[in-house]
């Protein structure tokens, strides 16, 4: 997963989430993980930094077995505390 961030003039995060056909040629299979991380992300908008515009690209060489809601909330985690995008250090909710 990797992360682009650019800061807007909102009060508000624009979230954008690509999932390339070389992940997958299924569009329900791209479709969950697009699913997946808008869930996690709307579960823990208020520990995400305000005034963002956010993108995320879902990696192609990662395989459809291992995706789950765990490993997609650990990677997301990953990725924005990396970005200094989270309020607290804290981990968020699950």
């Given at each position: 997963?990797?992360?682009?961030?650019?800061?807007?003039?909102?009060?508000?995060?624009?979230?954008?989430?690509?999932?390339?056909?070389?992940?997958?040629?299924?569009?329900?299979?791209?479709?969950?993980?697009?699913?997946?991380?808008?869930?996690?992300y709307r579960l823990n908008e208020e520990e995400i930094c305000k005034g963002k515009s956010i993108v995320i690209l879902w990696k192609k060489n990662v395989l459809y077995d291992k995706v789950s809601f765990e490993n997609v909330y650990?990677?997301?985690?990953?990725?924005?505390?990396?970005a200094n995008l989270l309020n607290k250090e804290e981990e968020f909710n699950a």
């Open positions: 997963m990797t992360i682009y961030v650019l800061p807007n003039h909102d009060a508000i995060n624009k979230l954008g989430i690509v999932v390339s056909k070389k992940f997958s040629k299924s569009s329900v299979k791209r479709n969950r993980v697009k699913r997946l991380i808008k869930e996690i650990h990677d997301l985690f990953k990725c924005l505390k990396k």
